[in-house]
């Protein structure tokens, strides 16, 4: 059962107004089991792992391997297949600089999408500049949908070597018929990789069944502490692959001359990890389990159609990506105002919001505004909170509504 | 709800000294990447004052009311003067408390008059 006592955060209050966070997309707000397991790794267990012979040296390895146990399970892989990460830019960047680095060629394409977040653009960008390779985007449909014949056409060039898109956008919310595109690349032999940033909070996700090579994400977007994330990979993938950074922990045997490295997962996890983190990210795996994704999928799509319902009262608002099939992730553009104005002023009434392009300006400049107020919910959130924001915004604009910014409005599409 | 001080919404909704300068002497435009705050400022001057400032742009209400606040404020100041001026004068200047997080909206405009005067010289 969905317990919004179950997050001590949610209790607190914003000048004197109650905290209605509604800036999932960011990052999520932590169960108290996920905390209590930080206060007990530190109180109780605090060792470094992998290393010693003493008996807090072998818990805490324990400990860490256990998490990365639950971690696989929860997304249908083996323990063998996940590398800890700090999240998923480090994730990405891992295999844009060992996978891209070793397998790419100049003039090699990679194809990604236009509505990617920067962590998903930036290494690739940078790969090109390294090595010389192509990068292609799957054009977008008006509605914010991939336009899947582009897409067709992108996937049979003969020097397509990778895709790498997201599951569901940052920005847009919206679910992309992702086995599909996976099932094209793979039939025309691409390697794959899934940005799962996003959707690892709103979809049950198994990594068998969707058949890719490559799938990241973060662990604070799912309950998890910050500067832990996940980077799977398929067992045969990982093994070829050479390390990523050097030093301890991912080495067999050094000597001044040489060194020889690890297997996988442990060849990419040089230095210390972040061990709290995780077992903190274990922790929210194991909450979200008990909680079960069809019961969170199912509160979600109320709070989805509710948002949905309420927010088309007001004339004055266009969401970016019209398209059905949600996860509760929208960003709106505001007639007469900017965003940063609305996060500002609403942000004052306890509602926390994001305002900007939300790390993917290409998807911006394809929608042709330079920014995006985004409320993005989890299923904690409340219709209450919902007709809250929508009284608080309806207010706003009638405050600031009597300037007519002609360029912006066409630019908007108003 | 607490809205902008009154001077702000006002200055936002009714701006003042907006629109090209056919003849300035000295032009900038600034931009703020992440939010796409756009100023253009024109400017002429009279010896080493400013004698004035008009401008265009699009943007949130703190960076399109600052601009218009300090076309009304700053002429008749020496370019010297402006170009020491930083956030504290801008508070100042604007008359309301702008919190950190938006410095860079609050700063455009004082940004581009700026660098308009250093391109010139």
New interface residues.
């Given amino acids: 059962m969905i317990k919004r006592s179950d997050f001590p955060i949610l209790k607190r209050k914003i000048n004197g107004r109650p905290l209605v966070y509604f800036d999932n997309a960011s990052t999520v707000q932590k169960p108290g089991a996920v905390i209590k397991s930080l206060v007990d790794y530190y109180e109780r267990h605090n060792a470094n792992v992998h290393r010693g012979m003493s008996p807090l040296a072998a818990e805490v390895t324990r400990l860490y391997e256990e998490s990365r146990q639950t971690v696989a399970a929860f997304i249908g892989a083996a323990p063998a297949e996940i590398i800890f990460t700090r999240g998923t830019t480090e994730s990405i960047n891992l295999v844009a600089r060992t996978w891209g680095d070793r397998e790419l060629r100049a003039g090699d394409i990679v194809i990604l999408s236009l509505a990617e977040h920067h962590a998903n653009i930036i290494p690739w960008l940078q790969l090109r500049d390294r090595i010389g390779i192509r990068l292609e985007y799957i054009p977008l449909h008006a509605d914010g949908t991939w336009n899947m014949a582009a897409a067709k056409k992108l996937l049979d060039h003969k020097r397509a070597k990778l895709l790498a898109v997201s599951q569901v956008s940052n920005v847009l919310g919206i679910i992309n018929p992702l086995a599909e595109l996976l099932k094209l690349a793979r039939c025309r032999g691409l390697v794959t990789l899934v940005d799962a940033a996003q959707s690892i909070a709103h979809l049950q996700i198994n990594v068998q069944e969707l058949a890719c090579d490559f799938l990241v994400f973060s662990g604070h977007k799912i309950g998890g502490p910050t500067g832990i994330g996940v980077l799977f990979g398929r067992r045969e993938i990982l093994a070829a692959l050479p390390p990523f950074l050097g030093g301890g922990e991912m080495i067999m045997e050094v000597t001044t001359k040489s060194f020889s490295v690890k297997e996988a997962p442990f060849r990419f996890e040089a230095g210390t990890p972040n061990i709290a983190g995780a077992i903190g990210l274990g922790a929210a795996c194991r909450y979200l389990n008990k909680l079960d994704n069809r019961i969170i999928r199912a509160r979600e799509r109320e709070l989805t159609a509710y948002f949905l319902k309420k927010i088309r009262t007001l004339r004055f608002i266009k969401i970016l990506g019209t398209a059905k099939g949600k996860v509760p992730i929208f960003s709106l553009v505001i007639k007469n ?5 609305a996060a ?2 609403l942000g ?2 306890g509602i926390i919001l994001r ?3 939300h790390c993917a300006q290409p998807l911006h400049d394809f929608f042709q ?3 995006s107020l985004r409320a993005s919910l989890s299923f904690y959130n409340t219709f209450q909170e919902i007709d809250f924001f929508v009284a ?1 915004l309806r ?2 604009y009638q ?2 509504a ?2 007519p ?1 002609k ?2 409005k066409k630019r908007a599409g108003f | 709800m607490d809205i902008y001080a009154q001077n702000i919404m006002d200055h936002y909704k009714h701006p003042r000294h907006n629109g090209p300068l056919a003849k300035a002497d000295a032009k900038h435009r600034a931009l703020n990447q992440s939010c796409g705050d756009d100023i253009t400022v024109f400017l002429k001057f009279s010896g080493d004052k400013i004698k004035q400032i008009k401008f265009i742009g699009q943007g949130c209400a703190i960076s399109q009311a600052g601009i218009s606040i300090l076309s009304e404020e700053l002429p008749g100041k020496t370019k010297k003067e402006v170009l020491a001026y930083g956030f504290d004068e801008i508070k100042k200047i604007f008359g309301i408390a702008i919190s950190e997080r938006r410095y860079n909206c609050a700063m455009l405009g004082l940004q581009a008059i700026q660098r308009a005067i250093i391109d010139k010289g």
Avoid at chain 1, 337 to 341: C, E, F
């Fill in positions: 105002m900017h965003a940063h104005d500002d002023l004052q009434e305002s900007g392009h505004v330079p920014a608080r207010e706003l405050a600031f009597i300037k910014v360029a912006f």
